[in-house]
């Protein structure tokens, strides 16, 4: 059984850092790409940032690149997401997963505001 577990979000100032956290069960996490998402009130989930499997390749959407970084511990089965200079229009519920697996987990609220 897939669980993600998604945790580190919170209220914080424009301007703000904030570092996500997911760990991962039921699979092999280490052997699987990581795609962090995010789904603000109204609008679709985008995909935020991706990372392989080595964690050697990244890949960001152009509204975050520059500021967010993705990276993961393989013997901790945890992708992480730096979140840095955070904007008000990153507010919004920040889910990961692998990209073959069509469920999400329960996601972690961020909000940007003052």
């Known amino acids: 059984q897939v669980q993600l577990v998604e945790s580190g979000g919170a209220l914080v100032e424009p301007g703000g850092s904030l570092r996500l956290s997911c760990t991962a069960s039921?699979?092999?996490?280490?052997?699987?790409?990581m795609m962090w998402y995010r789904q603000a009130p109204g609008k679709e989930r985008e995909l935020v940032a991706s990372?392989?499997?080595?964690?050697?390749?990244?890949n960001y959407a152009d509204s975050v690149k520059g500021r967010f970084t993705i990276s993961r511990d393989n013997a901790k089965d945890t992708v992480y997401l730096q979140m840095n200079s955070l904007k008000p229009e990153d507010t919004a519920v920040y889910y990961c997963k692998p990209p073959w697996w069509a469920r999400w987990g329960q996601g972690t609220q961020v909000t940007v505001a003052s």
């Open positions: 990372i392989t499997a080595t964690g050697s390749s990244t």
């Open positions: 039921g699979f092999t996490f280490s052997v699987n790409h």
